[in-house]
């Protein structure tokens, strides 16, 4: 990313303060390792597993579910990315421009409990891949401690990257690139050589509706990247290509989610525990030979630890708009403690890892498509963002509306995330019109949340969109807030004394 007075150094101290033009020198190709990093997950190998045992698909099916889910969902990452270079701030930041200075608390309170939920699902992962290397390669048992303590070094590592901020999240991400895919062929053809094809090529086919949910149940992991998008691609310049931050994030995702669910489905013909095993690493170790087995779960680990800092770096910036009045670095370990205990909780109590997971990411996806419907619809009406307004949350900023909120966003909103959630089908919860229509027995809930909420809004009422104040020297020279508090003190203190 950019070497900039903000982020040269090992700390990047930027807040949620809108980046100044002449900070914004970042390029669109850097964007290709961010999105494979936030995929080299193990856990593809398991949804991939599900699509075989669980949903009854053969491998051609397979095929069309882990090319379809990354076109559609980070077809949506790299849209809303776009507003990133628009307005040169995070996207729970440039949120508050949608929904009010008030307003804005709502959706981004919802998205920050659900980031917990994803943060401790990875946390937990992680740690499984430390007792799975632990246990292959020194013959030590995992345990209540020990699951304790591999939680704890995962989370404090995550913490780490993630404080440090966005240089050392893309440099992570770019060399586990470039690891993950030498030993991603070293899978595949292990696997070309010993699987019996036969047995993979004539398994049956499912029917329509479960590649449809396939592809909702793969797809939900990218959706709750969307609303942090704009997080990453806030230093690219005005000028930079929207056909690039589309294609990088498709093709970044792609390149991981397609082997990884492929092979998960080719392992499952063999191992149909695979898809239910409680741990959702170990399986590793006793599918391949060891060689394989240990770097892979190591990579997986990597994975795991660079999905959960990217994660917990944009949950910093949440919490920061939601009135956390600290910097950055300090907000990102809230999300830190609680991934810990809720971590510990799921490890120590959990009976179906999958099963929870399976369960969340079907809300989770909901959860976000509502902010999604209405952010993604305002990106037709609004090409640019006023610093000033977003930084400003008294009575005074432009974005203030009707007593800190903008009706038409919100409701649209409320409206979109309530209806979705009436056709979601999920261990934890069933709408009551989840059954006997395409939308829920085709698990459309959270596609219809978008469209719900997008439509609404743009049918509403909203206030007439003002040009940015000073924008030229917004841009230019302060860079952040506009105001005096923006010249002081550490970059992440100065965005969150005005919130």
Sequence with gaps: MSKTVETEGALETRGIEQVPDHERT??????????????????????????VVAYHLNIWQALVVAVAAPVVSYGLVGLIGIAGK?????????????????????????????????????????????LSILEIVCGIKANSVLDMVTLLVFVVATFAISGLGINAVQKCNKYATYFFGAFSVLVLVYLAVKTDWSKVMDHSAGSTAA???GIGMIAAGGVSWIPTAPDFTRYLPRTASSKAIVGTAVGGAGVVVLPMVLMGAVMAVATPDLASAADPVSFLGKILPTWIAVPYLFIALVGMLLINSMSMYSAGFTAQTLG???????????NAVISLVFGGVLMLVATSFMGSFIAFLSLLAVAFSAWVGVFGADMFR?????GRAMADTTRTSAYWYKGGFSPAAVAAWAIGLVSGLMFTTSDWFTGPLAKNNVIGEYGLGWVATIVISGVLYLALPKPAIEAPAGADETAGATGATGSAASVSGPTGEQATAAV
């Design 86 to 130: 628009r307005g040169g701030a995070p996207g729970m930041a440039l949120s508050r421009a949608v929904f009010g200075q008030r307003g804005n608390l709502l959706p981004g309170s919802l998205i920050w409990v659900a980031r917990w939920g994803w943060e401790t699902i990875n946390a937990v992962t992680g740690a499984y891949a430390m």
């Design 26 to 51: 970042g390029r669109t190709r850097e964007l290709f390792p961010t999105w494979v990093g936030a995929n080299i997950s193990v856990l593809l190998l398991t949804m991939g597993a599900s699509l």
């Design 382 to 386: 609004r090409t640019e963002y006023d």
């Design 211 to 213: 590649v449809i949910t």
């Design 324 to 334: 956390f009045k600290v910097p950055r670095h300090w907000a990102v370990s809230v």
